[in-house]
């Protein structure tokens, strides 16, 4: 959660591509079926070279509804003894499910209508399979001075966090984040909305329980002086989870006399106290960068290059 895309709804595609550690791609369906015998054989081969892949599918094939349902879902496997593809999605209560669909039922599932592509939900998302593998990225961790160079890139990146570059028209950096989220709870308010979509809150959740793991882990290392662990439980991580228990707690009551106001005061909470301890952080990771100028000395050009700029 380091950015936050700001077309309410539309998580799925940009935090895909977004992510430096995916290789994301795409092909149109009509050249999958113009060089394959069928969208099974594309996806198992896509499988065998370690490559998951997402597709639009329509699940009442294999559900059993009544109506059409078309939705996305991340295949991650398949077993041809029993013929059958490994997915995962959402169901209709929101959360996540791991699902096996037959072969026979896959093929007719991913036979999705061309007008189905650009409305709704999938409104100019492109026609196509997409597929993605998560990056080894071994050459960024070997140990010696390109390790130890993370450090800075670490400090750089959490001032940013703090400070983000001016916004962008389609999305907003760290901090800014909450600022965004409190637009959108404080809409679904004012609009009266039956539901409001919760992935925006439980990603910032995500991202507050990895940075306490990366805290522990900085002190542990010796690159803080001190432990900010427990603090950033307490005061950041402890709230968001009271922010989001509220919002879900919200969605179950569908949103009658929608809490935005009390929503958007914890998130403000959660902003002012995450930036206090990333404050002082920052201050002992430049601290700590100071104190051993000759083993960082190529991250100390570049800032004082960027400086100067």
Not at 289 to 296: G, K
Request: charged content about 30%.
């Amino acid at each position: 959660m380091d950015f936050y895309y700001q077309y309410y709804g539309d998580f799925n595609f940009y935090e895909m591509k977004a992510n430096p550690w995916l290789k994301f791609m795409s092909i149109p369906d009509e050249m999958v079926k113009s060089r394959w015998d069928s969208r099974l054989d594309f996806v198992r081969e896509c499988i065998e070279n370690d490559y998951y892949v997402y597709i639009m599918l329509d699940r009442s094939i294999y559900r059993g509804y009544k109506e059409p349902d078309y939705h996305n879902a991340l295949l991650w496997g398949y077993d041809d003894a029993a013929g059958k593809i490994h997915a995962a999605d959402n169901n209709t209560i929101g959360k996540f499910v791991f699902e096996e669909i037959c072969y026979g039922d896959f093929e007719k599932a991913a036979d999705i209508p061309i007008t189905e592509l650009g409305i709704g939900d999938h409104m100019g998302r492109p026609d196509g399979i997409y597929f993605f593998s998560v990056m080894a990225g071994r050459n960024k961790h070997v140990a010696g001075t390109n390790h130890m160079m993370q450090i800075g890139k670490l400090q750089h990146d959490l001032a940013q966090y703090l400070n983000p570059p001016q916004t962008l028209a389609d999305y907003v950096f760290g901090i800014d984040c909450y600022e965004e989220l409190k637009k959108y709870y404080l809409h679904v308010a004012e609009n009266r909305y039956g539901h409001c979509d919760r992935r925006g809150l439980c990603s910032l959740l995500d991202h507050k329980i990895l940075m306490t793991r990366r805290l522990e882990y900085l002190f542990r290392k010796g690159y803080l002086a001190h432990d900010y662990k427990n603090l950033y439980y307490e005061k950041v991580e402890k709230r968001c989870l009271a922010a989001r228990n509220l919002l879900m707690k919200e969605n179950v009551k569908e949103c009658k006399d929608f809490q935005g106001k009390k929503l958007c005061m914890l998130l403000d909470g959660v902003k002012e106290e995450e930036m206090g301890i990333l404050s002082k952080v920052n201050g002992e990771l430049k601290g700590y960068l100071d104190a051993h100028m000759d083993e960082y000395r190529e991250y100390h050009m570049e800032r004082d290059n960027d400086s100067y700029d």
